[in-house]
């Protein structure tokens, strides 16, 4: 009797361990750890908890100084989080190695919510969820132009116009130039390019991927207009050299991110602010766009819960919760994007709009080759001693060889 | 005795653990991944036999690379040990504040390569206090600063290193001197020997393992430089050096662990015949100088 006693409180308390450990437990890589942001990320990890007591989220922060490389080793290693925080760049490269789990069935009905799909679709499938967005769009220097002559509601909307309001603050004196202009700065340098590049309607391969294009007249011609900026009144320095100094009042036009926004606001910053779209050979021209993306690590168990959990972090309210505390411009949700936030702001106006005209890099697992392959090309025109057509048709014998391409 | 070997064995023994562990196991391998075309992502690893280092020669990146890193020891070398031991000769003898002065030209050397080459990015910057101070003395620097621009990129990175490297090497070349016995020095002004013959009789040969010991652990350092090179531009304006090139093609976006272990081996043979050659240089027997 006694025994049986025993046996049956053995299976109570083996019942209750197990019913206890039933909560599903996430792990979610990422990379918000600014302290405007991270304690709203942990309020809506909370919420989620809170409204799935089944599900608990554990967080881990990464940085952008080293989080590709861990995310790489962690997957190469098989100790992969359930979710990962990817910039669009990383996803062919992690899709096409099978680390990270199809959503394409999942997603179907969020699919017209969202923008930037295109930058999570390889090969035809999904491999992740558009979170929030980045382009870069047109900054000037409002006083600067008024002191160069301009009206207080001008804005340069082709390259030639571009060019001669640079050129003419470039001549208020020693100190002003009339652009900002990107040094030789690894995953930076070709992103400031690229809008030129196919705002002149060059592609870097064609339709049917067959051909490499990257040295066409089309592109050579964007590249010649983009050293002539930079030859003629550029301020050449690091992105952050250049925002430093267009804060502090010294350049005219910079290309640039939502990120400044946050820069001036949080720096108190006294800056008579342009924003506008890429100028064009024909307007509006088309920026760069990329993005963060949350995905799933194909080996997950805990998929489901996983997917819930983005579905939750990607909703229309939540990520305008994230871009009002991190002062993003573009959430890639459309419902987001209508809310009085982005709509009563004239420059975060900009970003939506540049938004829908800009385009993103080929979704290729060998794009990080490709990149060095553009970003070469274009130091080396814009820094070396050659023509500026010879360096680009060596980076499309470069790519030719890594794609087979002609 | 046999016990007091046993206890010997595993004194040794964590030490030895240790090091096979974490420094013997990751040399062989290395050797071993060399040879494959391992990368972190990929399910299948292959062998390719000699195929990455064929592969090397012909890399525009890597040949760009090797070059820059044989410019910087041949360049770094000789002037940093002339430099070191002409401030040796000079804090050697007496004078007011000699403490001073030993201890200003060995600070650099306690200091942070990172720190340092953060300051000497902001001074070689345009408008800063080293193209200042070239425009005071009639050079026209570099419409973008030193960093940016591919003629002086990587001389203004060697400059900063030979500052940095001198005090270090000063106070070994010190030691060195001290060592010298006074009473030859004696012999040789009975002699009639003036400074400069003492310095070429005596000095020189006298400070030859000295000598040897620093041209051995500075070109072993130069071969390998790779933080300043980081820090102040990432190998961009023609300053990438062989082990940043080891460190971009397998540590960073790329992961090509085979083809960066091939890269590291063959620098590993390069400063191993270096360093050879050096010992065997001075070693000989007849005065070098």
Known sequence: MKSKVFIALFFAFIFCFSSASAKTTITWWQFWTDPDIKPVIESMVSDFEKANPDIKVELTDLTWANGHEKIAIAFGSSTGPDIVELGSDWIAEFASNGLLKDVSSEIAPDSSQLQGWGMSTYQGKVYAQPWILGTRVLFGNRDLLNKAGYDPDWVPVKWNELMYAAKKINRLGKNYYGWGSNTAEKHRLYKKFLPFFWSNDAQIFSDDGKYCLIASDKAVYALTFYKQLNDSCGYVDTQRGIEDAFLNGKIG???????????????????????????????????????????????????????????????????????????????????????????????????????????????DPDWVYIEEAIEGAVEDALFGDGLVAQPLFEAKEKIDKIKHTE | MKNARTVALLLALPWVVTFAAFWLFPVVYSLIVGFTDAQLLAHETHWVGWDNFRALFHDPAFVSSLKNTFLFVIVTIPITTVVSLSLAHMVNRQFKGRGLFRAGYFVPSITSMVVIALIFTNLYQRGGYVAMLASMVGFTPPQNGFLFDSHTALYAIMAMDIWMAAGYYMLIFLAGLKSIPDELYEAAELSGAGKIRQFFSITLPMLKPVALFILVINSIKSFQVFVEIFVMTSGKFDTSTAVFFVYDTGLTTKFQFGYASAAAYVLFVIIAVFSAAQFMLLRRRQPLW
């Not at chain 1, 991110?257 to 008579?272: A, C, S, V």
């Not at chain 1, 064009?280 to 993306?293: A, D, H, I």
Request: aromatic content about 10%; proline content about 6%; overall charge positive.
């Open chain 1, 253 to 363: 036009f910079i290309l640039s991110g939502d990120w400044l926004l946050k820069r001036i606001e949080k720096e108190h910053r006294k800056i008579n602010l342009m924003a506008t779209l890429m100028p064009g050979q024909k307007f509006p021209g088309k920026s760069f766009l990329g993005g963060e993306f949350l995905a799933i690590n194909a080996a997950s168990k805990n998929a489901d819960a996983a997917q819930k959990f983005i579905k939750y972090m990607t909703s229309p309210e939540n990520q305008v919760k994230f871009c009002k505390a991190n002062r993003s411009a573009n959430p890639s949700s459309l419902k987001a994007q209508q809310d009085p936030y982005f709509k009563s702001n004239v420059i975060l106006q900009a970003f939506i709009k540049q938004i829908a005209l800009a385009k993103h890099p080929p979704v």
